[in-house]
Structures are given as structure tokens and as C-alpha cells.
């Protein structure tokens, strides 16, 4: 049974820093790409970062670009999303999301087969 399960999320005011973590368990993570989204109240779910299998290559949502960054730790079956200079429009559920093709494809919300449960993140101003 695959699990991803995502830690990390809390109140913050703006100008801070968080660090997201998404432990997996239970698929090859080293096979997968892995990547970030976030789903405001009364918005869709978006985009925010994906990372490649091996950790070499990432992609980033126009909006957090620059403040954010996403790595992974594959052997600790582990991704993280550090977050900087955080700003209330931040503030959203942030899902952890694993894909058996690439980055890119994740980027596009495209060939996702796995999804964590979600952590909450508010950033106040």
C-alpha cells in the first residue's frame, strides 16, 4: 500500500520560512518523480514544484519561484519543499504527489498516481 505522508505545516507570518517534509512508503520513490501542490479555499489545486527521480532536475510555479525549493532524499524515501519569504496568498493545503514519468509531466498535473493527505499552511500578514 503506497502512503505518502506529508509533515511540517503550521501558522507562520509573513516573511517566514517553513520546511515541508513527504515521507513515502510502500513504491520504488527512486523510480518516481515527486512534486509539490497547494488547493486554497474556494480555488483549484495548482502546481508548485516537481523534482525529477534522481533529484537533478526541478521545475517551479512562476509564483514561488525563487522562494521556494524542492529536494528530495532517496535514501530516506523523503521530499521536502523548503519555504522563504513566505506570503499570505501561501497559505493553502499543500499536497505531497508522486508520478511514475517525469517532472515536466508533473508540472503540467499530468500522470500523477499517488497523493498524500495534505498539510496546512497559513501565513498571516
Known amino acids: 500500500q503506497v502512503q505518502l505522508v506529508e509533515s511540517g505545516g503550521r501558522l507562520v507570518q509573513a516573511g517566514g520560512s517553513m520546511r515541508l517534509s513527504c515521507a513515502a512508503s510502500?513504491?520504488?520513490?527512486?523510480?518516481?518523480?515527486m512534486g509539490w501542490f497547494r488547493q486554497a479555499p474556494g480555488k483549484e489545486r495548482e502546481f508548485v514544484a516537481a523534482i525529477s527521480n534522481t533529484g537533478t532536475t526541478t521545475y517551479y510555479a512562476d509564483s514561488v519561484k525563487d522562494r521556494f525549493t524542492i529536494s528530495r532524499d532517496n535514501a530516506k524515501n523523503t521530499v521536502y519543499l523548503q519555504m522563504n519569504s513566505l506570503k499570505p496568498e501561501d497559505t493553502a493545503v499543500y499536497y505531497c504527489a508522486a508520478s511514475p514519468t517525469t517532472a515536466r509531466a508533473m508540472s503540467l498535473m499530468r500522470t500523477i498516481n499517488f497523493w498524500g493527505q495534505g498539510t496546512q499552511v497559513t501565513v498571516s500578514s
Open positions: 510502500g513504491l520504488a520513490f527512486s523510480s518516481h518523480a
